[in-house]
């Protein structure tokens, strides 16, 4: 039995729009981190799905002419593809039209109008439906919203959120926990909003439909914000199960407020505990350029998958940017990642040596005789290559925890250049069956690694290596390569773009 779980989520796509390289990207980044922990043994729960209601997307059924529920369902069947042609190990993907999690917001709609924190009264202010947001005029920069987007007036009734009740809890929970948000880079822009006073949340709207209804009260629909962050639970059955609460919520930038903010004081008035952080990472832009689709030069992901290889991109897009930062995507430097760190690197590592085993020592692991310095030198930094990633995925820098697979390549290469084993064949056979063998000892170990990123790939190498199973990290000492196993046939992989 797993006695260690994690639960990671992502956000829920809003169905308005095909998925981009935004989306792809956050669900790359979670994806990694799952199988991560899957490979240390974590009973481990990565849940993704979409946003299907409020105005935006009823906005955008009309445009396509289309029934809302029918346009959700097509809308939300190509995020489901994208998951799966990406290699995405969701556990679930849940739905907000999906009948369970509906009734699950109304149950804690009524949960918060018991404990006092809703109430009903009317709304005057501006609104931002690409956004799905509310704004104070305060706040508003030449007349639109922050992020740039349109604005318009709303008066309506409205249900109210107490949020302002909430603040000095909010402060104080950021204050405890430290790893709450983070980056800490980004701590300080909610820290001020949240001390700069909050006010209480219009939580339901009556000016359109598509949404879930207020109990006992069907002319509101629910703020699509209040439906859309309960996912995380009504995706587990609530508060109980073992997976609350939450290890981690991987979000964009844009959208840490929600889940920092409101989310928090939503579960606090509910009086289910909060989750454990939320990490914001940031936006890619195109050749330089904000990615948009008036600009016409948003990145469809799986295009990009089918010409350069699922493998390639999910290793590129964590590899390229330190997670938290904005990053810039460009053909040339996906094709100059992947080259110099895959193909030349690792790619020509394992051809050369699994090769060179496959004719030079009958096609199976030789017999090691004694390691010197060097050897142990490369076998150590092999062997402790996990517990380093670890410590880096844990504080979610995921690009550094890949470069340490390719710091590992670059040493062995580096080794096979001060024991050239082609040599050692006219005339010391003990030694190039020792280097043959700590070289293989560090492909399988590079190939275990690589299983969170590029699990095809590393399928193939391990599979070059006589390892059929997908192995766990344990086994990386627990099953070390047995002489005279069988090694090849040797295949190409990670070919050069
Ligand atoms: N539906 C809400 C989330 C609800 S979670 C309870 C939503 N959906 S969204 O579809 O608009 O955006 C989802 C995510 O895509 C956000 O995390 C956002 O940061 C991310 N991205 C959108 N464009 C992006 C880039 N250009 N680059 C990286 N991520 C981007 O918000």
Redesign the pocket.
């Known amino acids: 039995m797993k006695n260690k779980k994690f639960f990671i989520t992502?956000?829920?796509?809003?169905v308005?729009?095909a998925p981009?390289?935004?989306?792809a990207?956050?669900n790359d980044a979670a994806d990694f981190i799952a199988r991560f922990y899957r490979l240390s043994d974590y009973d481990v729960f990565f849940l993704t799905g979409?946003?299907e209601h409020g105005q935006k997307v009823e906005k955008a059924a009309k445009k396509a002419n289309m029934h809302p529920q029918d346009f959700t369902n097509q809308v939300s069947e190509a995020f489901l593809k994208l998951n799966q042609s990406m290699n995405f190990s969701y556990d679930h993907f849940i739905r907000t039209t999906d009948q369970k999690h509906k009734q699950y917001v109304q149950e804690i709609w009524e949960r918060l109008v018991k404990s006092g924190d809703i109430y009903l009264s009317k709304y005057c202010g501006w609104y931002s439906v690409r956004d799905?947001a509310f704004y104070a005029e305060s706040e508003l920069v030449d007349g639109k919203a922050p992020t740039g987007a349109d604005v318009e007036w709303i008066e309506e009734p409205s249900y109210f959120f107490k949020l302002s009740k909430w603040q000095d809890k909010l402060l104080q929970l950021y204050q405890e926990y430290p790893d709450f948000i983070m980056p800490e880079s980004r701590k300080n822009e909610i820290v001020s909003f949240v001390n700069g006073g909050l006010q209480d949340l219009s939580v339901s709207r009556t000016s359109f439909t598509w949404g879930i209804k207020v109990p006992g009260d069907e002319k509101h629909v629910i703020y699509?914000?209040l439906d859309?962050?309960f996912?995380?639970l009504s995706a587990i059955g609530g508060e109980h199960s073992k997976y609350w609460p939450c290890d981690i919520?991987?979000?964009?930038?844009?959208?840490l407020r929600?889940?920092t903010v409101y989310?928090p004081a939503f579960l606090m008035a509910a009086g289910i505990p909060v989750p454990k952080g939320v990490f914001?990472?940031?936006?890619?832009?195109?050749e330089g350029q904000?990615?948009s689709k008036s600009l016409g030069n948003t990145i469809d992901p799986i295009k990009l998958s089918d010409e350069f290889g699922v493998d390639y991109v999910r290793y590129f897009m964590l590899r390229e940017i330190t997670f938290g930062n904005?990053g810039n995507y460009s053909r040339s430097s996906l094709i100059a990642r992947v080259n110099s760190e895959l193909a030349n690197n690792i790619g020509n590592l394992a051809q050369r040596v699994i090769s060179f085993t496959c004719n030079n020592c009958n096609a199976t692991v030789p017999n090691p005789g004694f390691f010197s310095e060097i050897d142990g030198n490369l076998l150590n930094a092999a062997y402790n290559l996990i517990e380093k990633m670890t410590i880096l995925i844990k504080s979610y820098n995921l690009s550094e925890a890949l470069g340490l697979i390719v710091r590992l390549g670059n040493h062995a290469n580096e080794y096979i250049s001060s024991n050239p084993f082609w040599e050692y064949k006219r005339n010391n056979t003990d030694r190039m069956y020792t280097v043959i063998y700590v070289l293989l000892e560090v492909l399988r170990i590079i190939g275990i690694a690589l299983q969170a990123i590029t699990p095809n790939y590393a399928k193939a190498m391990l599979t070059q290596l006589g390892i059929e199973q997908a192995p766990q990290f344990s086994s990386i000492i627990d099953a070390k390569l047995i002489p005279g196993s069988c090694i090849g046939p040797a295949v190409p992989i990670f070919n050069k773009l």
């Open positions: 992502t956000p829920i796509y809003y308005n729009d981009h390289i935004g989306h990207y956050t979409t946003d799905e699509v914000w859309a962050l996912n995380y919520h991987i979000v964009g930038k844009d959208i929600f889940h989310w914001a990472h940031g936006w890619w832009t195109n904000k990615i904005d």
